[in-house]
């Protein structure tokens, strides 16, 4: 079985350009999360989906980030324009149903200089 | 109060031994909880996830839930170099989202 793919592996911006991470989820798996990890610290949830539809963006700082998941498949996280404080890893995850395990990609490491 | 509390260590254990990590949560209604271990430069990979009060083994790793006390912890016997990373305590929130705690960061010493 596939694991979730995500890109680019490492990402360096200066503040306030834009960027764009991709994710690609485990065959099958209805539901897609975005989380951040500055260093340090724990996962914090952006965004949660379930197929296409949003289910929590509860934690997503709405004035500069944004995310798609088109056709209920792969997704997009969006940041524009670029703080320093978003320099974090971005990890994304899927789970094929409700109070399953999370499976999580490999990350993008986001540096704003 | 976090939903999810951990202790950040570090926790040192020398080799051999009995590893313990804990975590309290929040949040009565919570149903399911994980454990990962995250490499440091890597992303967290599963290692136990339990649903009932009480123990689940699952080779050196048992897990241990307590609902009543809002507990649950992590054992690792026989401890390697290798389980040294840092764990995180994971949790389906009643809005059925996974809330992690901070993680404790677990360092064997030969």
């Known amino acids: 079985e596939a694991g979730v793919a995500q890109s680019p592996r490492y990402k360096i911006i200066e503040k306030r350009q834009s960027v764009a991470f991709w994710c690609n989820p485990i065959?099958?798996?209805?539901?897609l999360y975005w989380y951040q990890q500055i260093l340090g610290q724990g996962p914090k949830l952006l965004i949660q989906?379930?197929?296409?539809?949003?289910?929590?963006d509860s934690q997503l700082p709405k004035d500069r980030f944004s995310a798609e998941r088109l056709k209920g498949v792969d997704s997009t996280l969006k940041i524009q324009p670029a703080k320093l404080e978003d320099s974090a890893v971005y990890l994304c995850a899927s789970s094929d149903r409700d109070t399953a395990a999370l499976h999580f990609g490999n990350g993008t490491r986001l540096t704003v200089t | 109060q976090k939903e999810v509390e951990q202790n950040s260590g570090p926790l040192s254990v020398p080799e051999g031994a009995i590893a313990s990590l804990n975590c309290t949560y929040s949040?009565?209604?919570?149903?399911?909880f994980f454990w990962y271990r995250q490499y440091s430069g890597k992303s967290p990979e599963l290692i136990m996830s339990?649903?009932?009060?009480g123990d689940k083994e699952d080779g050196r790793f048992t897990a241990q839930l307590n609902k009543a006390s809002q507990y649950v912890s992590l054992l690792i016997r026989d401890s390697q170099p290798s389980d040294s990373a840092t764990y995180l305590c994971g949790k389906y929130s009643s809005a059925s989202k996974i809330i992690f705690g901070s993680g404790t960061r677990l360092s064997i010493r030969p």
């Open positions: 065959s099958g798996h209805a539901t």
């Open positions: 989906f379930q197929n296409n539809g949003v289910v929590d």
């Open positions: 339990i649903y009932s009060n």
């Open positions: 949040d009565r209604g919570s149903q399911s």
